[in-house]
């Protein structure tokens, strides 16, 4: 059942909205609902889109602490 919901937003904010939607294709509600159930995160840009996740991929899924000793034993041979 859909209810409705209203929001108080800054007008930069409703701008970005409204691009966003319409350039995926959605209704500024649908957006929202994907993203308050976890089923598309809404990025602020293309670019954004291409780097999330980047940083995990060149750790090669290895623990802070792995790389952490990695760098350490590269730097003083420890």
Same mark, same amino acid.
């Given at each position: 059942? @859909? /209810? @409705? *919901?209203? *929001?108080?937003? $800054?007008? =930069?904010? %409703?701008? +970005?909205? =409204? #691009?966003?939607?319409? =350039?995926? !294709? @959605?209704?500024?509600? #649908?957006?929202?609902?994907?993203?308050?159930? !976890?089923?598309?995160?809404?990025?602020? /840009?293309?670019? &954004? $889109?291409? *780097? #999330?996740?980047? %940083? =995990? @991929? &060149? &750790? !090669?899924?290895?623990?802070?602490?792995? %790389? #952490?000793?990695?760098?350490?034993?590269? +730097?003083? !041979?420890?």
């Amino acid at each position: 059942m @859909k /209810t @409705k *919901l209203t *929001l108080s937003i $800054d007008k =930069k904010t %409703l701008t +970005k909205a =409204k #691009r966003l939607s319409e =350039k995926r !294709g @959605k209704s500024i509600s #649908r957006l929202f609902e994907e993203y308050v159930e !976890g089923n598309q995160p809404i990025s602020a /840009t293309p670019i &954004a $889109d291409s *780097l #999330r996740g980047i %940083l =995990k @991929k &060149a &750790a !090669g899924n290895k623990s802070y602490e792995e %790389l #952490r000793a990695e760098a350490m034993k590269e +730097k003083y !041979g420890v």
